[in-house]
């Protein structure tokens, strides 16, 4: 059983960073895979990044470039750094876990969910 619990969403003016958080409770944080999804208003949930249990990364299309995904696992935790932020990246942000050996974007894949974080951002 892995719960996690996410941090650092907010209300920032489009341009500016956020830096989200993700710590984890359970063992073998470092055999899961870990995943930021988002939602906003009347969409579906949407991949933004994951990274793996062997720290391989992949982003979607809109992330690239901005966002970058990183793990601690001395501290059970996972970030996402959000640089150059637009006002459409507005929606409650996800983190989500995945057990070895399975790497995936698939959001059904993932076993464990946070209960989200807003960011907002203005323009």
């Known amino acids: 059983q892995v719960q996690l619990v996410e941090s650092g969403g907010g209300l920032v003016q489009a341009g500016g960073s956020l830096r989200l958080s993700c710590a984890a409770s359970g063992r073998a944080f470092s055999n899961y895979g870990l995943g930021w999804f988002r939602q906003a208003p009347g969409k579906e949930r949407e991949f933004v990044a994951r990274?793996?249990?062997?720290?391989?990364?992949r982003y979607a299309d809109s992330a690239k470039g901005r966002f970058t995904i990183s793990r601690d696992n001395a501290k059970n935790t996972v970030y996402l750094q959000m640089n150059s932020l637009k006002p459409e990246d507005t929606a409650v942000y996800y983190c989500?876990?995945?057990?070895?050996?399975?790497?995936?974007?698939?959001?059904?894949?993932?076993?464990?969910w946070g209960q989200g974080t807003q960011v907002t951002v203005s323009s």
């Open positions: 989500a876990a995945v057990q070895y050996p399975v790497i995936t974007t698939s959001a059904n894949e993932y076993t464990y």
């Open positions: 990274i793996s249990w062997n720290s391989s990364t």
